[in-house]
């Protein structure tokens, strides 16, 4: 378990609000906008659904790569400044995907967009790690996720309005402007660690780094890695929106129709994500994590269901809000156990090593749904993401530890060390 902290912050205070809460939704909003137009968009490059999946691999790719470089990057130069970079070059990518002319130059332009928004998730999860109390961290992390899924919900229809009235296009240009404004309230973020980098922290991060790579040989923390492993080979095709390549392929759906869908997924999702905050503060990370996983599990198998019998995109809606409703319930959820488990020492190097084994397996999952649905179908491919998913819950039910087993700490207080106990 993570030391408690000597700051904390207010779950719900005005700090929290501006520089997690209104910069996630802010650059949620633009993603949503992006995600829903980028399979129509590839499929205007007259390439099949194998290749198309490529423009959502290519952006999983770029994360996968950010994990370790930024994780240095973070302890070595401070979490504010890499924290202000990343939706700054968020931005340049996405404009420069509005103009691209060729397949491989889109490619190029996700990739990067990849990269820069695993800066921004890092170093926001390293602060919050830095600052937040053990019984703080799981509302802050699923809140952030939660208002990420709130922005989500403009984009859609947003992305439906500006394909109308202008061109697909533009919604490219509208998730760099929403990519820039998110900037402003993170402005006045504070460094979390600001005495970390200097000459003697150095030194002490060099051998943090170390003690943090000897950890990993703990069978323990080994198998947190082999639980996010599986839970990004379930959750990568539906993050990265390659999901919505069956809808579009498989019943000839358009923008429109991927606007309404995700929409109504949307709207249920967001009250489960900030219940199991809560939940997770009150009652122990695993009493979310494992049954959200197992009915994740079996939401997919539904939906592989649907696919198997030929049955219309009504089914397929009704499985895929059951799908997204299950999904939300793990949301934020290995986040916060991996910012329970993180050394104080070394978050940043500890955090970017982590994200390379979850961000590894989110780029296998597409990749993986892609080859099953054109070599053995949609049907097939839904079952490997529910296999992983019912994997993900056995592995953290029997093999990984609950990290919070301490009373609750009464929201806001700053922590207070618990005398020693005996006999427990």
Do not use: C
């Amino acid at each position: 378990m993570s030391e408690e902290t000597g700051r904390n912050t207010r779950v719900l205070g005005r700090e929290n609000l501006l520089t997690i809460y209104l910069p996630a939704a802010t650059l949620a909003a633009g993603s949503g906008i992006a995600a829903v137009a980028l399979p129509v968009f590839a499929k205007s490059f007259d390439v099949s659904v194998g290749v198309a999946s490529q423009v959502f691999v290519a952006q999983l790719l770029g994360l996968m790569a950010a994990t370790v470089p930024t994780g240095f990057l973070i302890d070595r130069f401070g979490r504010r400044k890499i924290l202000l970079l990343g939706p700054a070059i968020v931005a340049v990518s996405s404009l420069l995907t509005a103009y691209t002319q060729t397949f491989p130059e889109l490619l190029v332009y996700r990739f990067v967009g990849g990269w820069a928004t695993q800066m921004w998730m890092l170093s926001r999860l390293v602060m919050i790690a830095d600052t937040g109390g053990d019984r703080q961290r799981g509302r802050q992390i699923t809140g952030m996720f939660g208002m990420d899924t709130a922005g989500r919900l403009l984009g859609p229809p947003a992305a439906f309005v500006l394909a109308a009235v202008w061109d697909i296009r533009a919604a490219f240009i509208a998730h760099a402007v929403l990519s820039l404004i998110a900037i402003i309230p993170s402005l006045q973020v504070q460094e979390s660690a600001p005495g970390r980098r200097s000459s003697a922290g150095e030194a002490s991060q060099s051998g943090g780094r170390l003690s943090t790579l000897a950890g990993l040989i703990k069978y323990s923390l080994l198998m947190f890695f082999v639980a996010q492993l599986l839970a990004s080979l379930t959750r990568g095709t539906l993050f990265s929106g390659a999901v919505n390549l069956y809808p579009v392929y498989a019943y000839g759906a358009g923008i429109g129709e991927l606007a309404w869908i995700t929409t109504v997924a949307g709207v249920t999702a967001i009250p489960i994500v900030f219940m199991t905050g809560a939940i997770m503060d009150r009652f122990g990370r695993k009493k979310t994590v494992v049954p959200g996983f197992a009915l994740l599990g079996l939401t997919l198998a539904f939906i592989a269901y649907t696919a198997y019998a030929g049955l219309p995109l009504e089914t397929y809606v009704v499985g895929f809000v059951a799908m997204q409703a299950a999904q939300n319930i793990t949301s934020g959820n290995m986040q916060v156990i991996g910012s329970d488990i993180a050394p104080a020492d070394a978050r940043g190097t500890f955090f970017g090593v982590w994200r390379l084994v979850g961000e590894i397996g989110q780029v296998a999952s597409p990749v993986a749904y892609a080859l099953f649905a054109e070599s053995s179908g949609y049907g097939t491919a839904f079952v490997f993401l529910a296999a992983a998913a019912v994997g993900t819950a056995l592995v953290l039910g029997t093999q990984v530890k609950e990290p919070l087993k301490r009373p609750a700490i009464e929201t806001g207080a700053a922590s207070q060390p618990e005398p020693a106990r005996t006999g427990g």
